[in-house]
């Protein structure tokens, strides 16, 4: 069950990296998604990571700005993001499923395992 942590609020054009720590499971055989949910919006897919090829994707409102890397060491994902706006603000979940199934678009139905969620919050 992932679990995800470090979100906040933060001033615009300023960064946070958030963690989803995926226990229990070896992480290299599983492809990990971060989702947004922005309030009254649809969940979407804004960076995914297959472990298995090492294949990255992104949506093209967070390309440049965010960055998706995982430590093996640590079971964990990191979502790096830089360059805040306010459109960001929203629920963030960290999401698995098992590599052959990957895709990263959309809210997700097909991933499997799903943390919390952690709130960032983008204002001045």
């Known amino acids: 069950q992932p679990v995800e942590s470090g979100g906040g609020l933060v001033q615009p054009g300023g960064s946070l990296r958030l963690s989803c720590e995926v226990s229990?499971?070896?992480?290299?055989?599983?492809?990990i998604a971060w989702f947004h949910e922005a309030p009254g919006k649809e969940r979407e897919a804004v960076a995914c990571?297959?472990?298995?090829?090492?294949?990255?994707d992104y949506l093209d409102s967070v390309k440049g700005r965010f960055t998706i890397a995982r430590d093996d060491s640590k079971n964990t994902v990191y979502l790096q993001m830089t360059s805040l706006k306010a459109d960001d603000t929203g629920t963030y979940y960290c999401?698995?499923?098992?590599?052959?199934?990957?895709?990263?678009?959309?809210?997700?139905?097909?991933?499997?395992?799903w943390g919390q969620g952690t709130q960032v919050t983008v204002a001045s």
């Open positions: 999401a698995a499923v098992i590599a052959r199934y990957y895709y990263c678009a959309g809210p997700g139905h097909g991933y499997d395992y």
């Open positions: 229990g499971v070896t992480l290299k055989n599983f492809a």
């Open positions: 990571m297959n472990n298995w090829d090492g294949r990255i």
